[in-house]
Each structure stands twice: as C-alpha cells, then as structure tokens.
C-alpha cells in the first residue's frame, strides 16, 4: 500500500470525506457532487463592493491608483487579478 493510499484509508476510517478527480465526494462509501469552485479562493472578491464604490463615485480612476489604494486597505493580491476585476467592473460583466 501505497503512502496516498494510507493517508485516504486512514481519512475515510477516521469518518472524513475524500475528494476524488471527477469533482464527486466520497463519505462513508457514498459519493456526492463537491460544491467548491476550482482553484484557490479569489483574494481580490472580498474587496468587490469597495472597488465599486471608488469605480461609481470616480469613473474614470485609473486601475494603477485602484491598486494603491487598495493596499492600503490591506490587499496583498497580485496586479492582474485586481485590474481584471477593474475590467469587469467598468464592463458591468458579472462575476466571481
């Protein structure tokens, strides 16, 4: 046996649920859909509605000063992440 195959019996015996490669769950010798989106959690997201705020009260503020001022507000996100959101925000394109 394997050390993966260890740790996902040892984490199924323990009653913990196992996330296979096709998105299903495995719990107790049942499977279910995951619900978590792909990839890491959006760092950027949490800072939507101030962004918005700043876009709507000052249109035409450009993405470099929206990226200085939400660092001070305590963003560590990288530069393009923040400037797509700008994007999709100055489009009015929904989105995550």
Do not use: D
């Not at 949490?46 to 660092?71: C, D, F, K």
Request: charged share 15%; hydrophobic share 30%.
């Amino acid at each position: 046996m394997g050390i993966g195959e260890v740790a996902a019996f040892n984490s199924l015996t323990q009653g913990n649920s196992l996330t296979q490669g096709n998105g299903l769950t495995q719990s107790n010798g049942q499977a279910h859909a995951s619900t978590r989106g792909v990839g890491r959690p959006s760092t950027v997201a949490h800072y939507t509605p101030l962004i918005s705020q700043w876009l709507r009260e000052n249109p035409i503020m450009s993405g470099a000063e929206v990226l200085r001022r939400v660092r001070l507000t305590g963003y560590r996100g990288g530069k393009s992440a923040l400037y797509e959101l700008v994007r999709r925000l100055r489009l009015g394109t929904p989105g995550n």
